[in-house]
């Protein structure tokens, strides 16, 4: 660990103890606040009973399942965009149309059609992952070397090579990008819908934990989810790194 | 070289040109790029095309490439019209930085051209090996393109569009960001690689000398809008030499000829 980032954890472990400290001379009786220490107790107990862990596969397994629909139908209709002008035209108002829309505010309906479940909060990342993949693919692909473009057309590759031999590989670095972004997006939405009405998942546990009356239980799935969002992320910039270098930040994969 | 001289002989009296434009106009954006341009290229000819810059030479060159179709007028390959780009016409491009598939080695890049005429892959190994050594980068293959130098980058693109077995060679001042060098290297690599396989050669080119050196016909284009404006025939003996070729009397009077024809047009 480097003297600055040693550094930057100095503030949030002040206060932290200073929380610890206040609630204990004030003997803190909160539904919504516990002192550290309880919630630390509080994240071994529910990993103990394997409660946590439970949901956590929940959670993962729904936003990961949508966030893969999500990425594939955007990206396939990215590219598809990207590639042919008159395609984006005709389809532009529609996307602009539904993009906006709330991926929460389809849960009614999204109950109504596929019930309580995996399959409603699958869904309803799959759309909320659609659209970042879907605009930024579309711009990468827009933006792919014109050379590149005529080289393919100079040695006549076949449409779908081409897909697969130029377009793809030039817009990765960027497509993963988006993905990143998605993935963010995914766990976001999953735990909203979980939240919101569905009785899984880690979403599900803070609800069952602030009915319980049992604040250190519920903030300590929120520092959970926390750290599974941190850890993500990480994982997924290292992936980008190691794959694409600083190609992922030009964008021109070169 | 012997041979391909033969063959340009025997080809270039009878037969209909291998490329030929006929009155060929382009506009792009209400722009006319090239106005009435007549030319044929006959098979095997070594072509070069030099003018002021904006002249219209790339844009003559992606029209014998099929990448561009003309506003009217016809550009015809062994007497068919093209209406797209065709496998036995390649093109080299001038950047090359920019042609190259970042993403794949050499191998890979050179492969790229087999698998797009269908080649299966267990013959492809053997002949990219062989497409290496033929431009001179043996031992080459694993590398990527941002690990190798200009004239590397270059020479592998040649090799790529080799891999298409073309009948025509277009080249778009392929040596115009080398340094001075290797573009001589290159010129005679170019040189021999087209007397082997009797391809037909555009080369577009800003350099005089570097035109009158490689071509059979120098053709100078006057800018805005693009059109023949001086045709030279060269009758200097080949195979071509760096030193005695370029001191040669007749190519110092194309030399001159060339330098006035550029200097009016700047005028």
Same mark, same amino acid.
């Given at each position: 660990?480097?003297?600055?980032?040693?550094?930057?954890?100095?503030?949030? @472990?002040?206060?932290?103890?200073?929380?610890?400290?206040?609630?204990?001379?004030?003997?803190?009786?909160?539904?919504?606040?516990?002192?550290?220490?309880?919630?630390?107790?509080?994240?071994?107990?529910?990993?103990?009973?394997?409660?946590?862990?439970?949901?956590?596969?929940?959670?993962?397994?729904?936003?990961?399942?949508?966030?893969?629909?999500?990425?594939?139908?955007?990206?396939?209709?990215?590219?598809?965009?990207?590639?042919?002008?008159?395609?984006?035209?005709?389809?532009?108002?529609?996307?602009?149309?539904?993009?906006?829309?709330?991926?929460?505010?389809?849960?009614?309906?999204?109950?109504?059609?596929?019930?309580?479940?995996?399959?409603?909060?699958?869904?309803?990342?799959?759309?909320?992952?659609?659209?970042?993949?879907?605009? @930024?693919?579309?711009?990468?692909?827009?933006?792919?070397?014109?050379?590149?473009?005529?080289?393919?057309?100079?040695?006549?590759?076949?449409?779908?090579?081409?897909?697969?031999?130029?377009?793809?590989?030039?817009?990765?670095?960027?497509?993963?990008?988006?993905?990143?972004?998605?993935?963010?997006?995914?766990?976001?939405?999953?735990?909203?819908?979980?939240?919101?009405?569905?009785?899984?998942?880690?979403?599900?546990?803070?609800?069952?934990?602030?009915?319980?009356?049992?604040?250190?239980?519920?903030?300590?799935? @929120?520092?959970?989810?926390?750290?599974?969002?941190?850890? @993500?992320?990480?994982?997924?910039?290292?992936?980008?790194?190691?794959?694409?270098?600083?190609?992922?930040?030009?964008?021109?994969?070169? | 070289?012997?041979?391909?001289?033969?063959?340009?002989?025997?080809?270039?009296?009878?037969?209909?040109?291998?490329?030929?434009?006929?009155?060929?106009?382009?506009?792009?954006?209400?722009? *006319?790029?090239?106005?009435?341009?007549?030319?044929?290229?006959?098979?095997?000819?070594?072509?070069?095309?030099?003018?002021?810059?904006?002249?219209?030479?790339?844009?003559?060159?992606?029209?014998?490439?099929?990448?561009?179709?003309? *506003?009217? &007028?016809?550009?015809?390959?062994?007497?068919?019209?093209?209406?797209?780009?065709?496998?036995?016409?390649?093109?080299?491009?001038?950047?090359?930085?920019?042609?190259?598939?970042?993403?794949?080695?050499?191998?890979?890049?050179?492969?790229?051209?087999?698998?797009?005429?269908?080649?299966?892959?267990?013959?492809?190994?053997?002949?990219?090996?062989?497409?290496?050594? *033929? %431009? &001179?980068?043996?031992?080459?293959?694993?590398?990527?393109?941002?690990?190798?130098? &200009?004239?590397?980058?270059?020479?592998?693109?040649?090799?790529?569009?080799?891999?298409?077995?073309?009948? *025509?060679?277009?080249?778009?001042?392929?040596?115009?960001?080398?340094?001075?060098?290797?573009?001589?290297?290159?010129?005679?690599?170019?040189?021999?690689?087209?007397?082997?396989?009797?391809?037909?050669?555009?080369? %577009?080119?800003?350099?005089?000398?570097?035109?009158?050196?490689?071509?059979?016909? %120098?053709? &100078?284009?006057?800018?805005?809008?693009?059109?023949?404006?001086?045709?030279?025939?060269?009758?200097?003996?080949?195979?071509?030499?760096?030193?005695?070729?370029?001191?040669?009397?007749?190519?110092?009077?194309?030399?001159?000829?060339?330098?006035?024809?550029?200097?009016?047009?700047?005028?």
């Amino acid at each position: 660990m480097t003297a600055n980032s040693a550094k930057a954890l100095v503030l949030p @472990l002040g206060i932290l103890v200073a929380f610890e400290v206040w609630a204990r001379a004030t003997h803190l009786q909160s539904d919504s606040l516990a002192p550290p220490s309880e919630i630390v107790m509080a994240l071994i107990g529910a990993f103990a009973d394997l409660s946590i862990l439970t949901a956590t596969r929940d959670t993962l397994f729904s936003a990961f399942a949508g966030l893969a629909i999500g990425t594939v139908i955007g990206l396939a209709l990215g590219i598809a965009f990207g590639i042919s002008d008159t395609l984006n035209r005709l389809m532009e108002v529609t996307v602009e149309a539904i993009r906006p829309i709330p991926s929460i505010a389809l849960l009614p309906i999204a109950l109504i059609a596929l019930g309580f479940g995996y399959r409603m909060e699958i869904a309803i990342v799959a759309f909320a992952c659609v659209w970042p993949v879907l605009i @930024l693919s579309r711009a990468a692909v827009r933006s792919i070397e014109p050379r590149l473009m005529e080289v393919a057309r100079a040695l006549r590759l076949p449409p779908a090579q081409r897909v697969w031999k130029i377009i793809i590989p030039a817009a990765l670095p960027r497509i993963f990008v988006a993905f990143r972004l998605s993935a963010g997006i995914a766990l976001i939405v999953a735990v909203t819908v979980e939240i919101a009405i569905n009785p899984l998942g880690l979403g599900a546990g803070i609800m069952l934990a602030q009915q319980a009356l049992r604040p250190d239980l519920m903030l300590a799935y @929120l520092v959970w989810i926390g750290i599974i969002g941190y850890a @993500l992320n990480v994982l997924l910039v290292i992936a980008q790194n190691r794959l694409f270098g600083r190609a992922a930040l030009t964008g021109g994969g070169q | 070289m012997a041979s391909a001289a033969k063959r340009l002989e025997a080809v270039s009296g009878t037969a209909a040109p291998q490329i030929a434009f006929e009155s060929v106009t382009l506009q792009l954006g209400g722009k *006319t790029i090239i106005e009435n341009l007549s030319l044929g290229v006959r098979a095997g000819e070594f072509l070069c095309i030099v003018g002021a810059s904006g002249c219209g030479k790339t844009t003559a060159l992606r029209l014998a490439a099929g990448l561009y179709q003309p *506003t009217s &007028g016809k550009v015809n390959f062994d007497s068919q019209p093209m209406r797209e780009p065709r496998r036995e016409i390649a093109i080299v491009f001038q950047d090359y930085g920019k042609a190259l598939l970042p993403w794949r080695t050499a191998a890979g890049n050179v492969s790229l051209a087999l698998e797009a005429g269908g080649m299966p892959s267990a013959e492809r190994p053997a002949r990219i090996e062989e497409l290496l050594r *033929t %431009v &001179g980068l043996p031992g080459h293959a694993g590398k990527y393109p941002s690990e190798m130098s &200009g004239g590397m980058q270059q020479r592998l693109q040649i090799a790529r569009c080799l891999a298409q077995e073309p009948k *025509t060679l277009l080249m778009d001042e392929p040596f115009g960001a080398l340094d001075a060098m290797t573009r001589q290297g290159l010129q005679d690599e170019v040189l021999s690689l087209v007397a082997a396989s009797g391809a037909t050669v555009i080369f %577009v080119t800003h350099d005089l000398d570097e035109a009158i050196y490689l071509g059979d016909r %120098v053709i &100078g284009l006057l800018p805005h809008p693009g059109r023949i404006g001086i045709e030279l025939a060269v009758n200097l003996p080949r195979p071509r030499d760096q030193l005695s070729t370029r001191e040669h009397p007749e190519f110092l009077r194309l030399r001159r000829q060339l330098f006035d024809f550029i200097k009016a047009t700047e005028q």
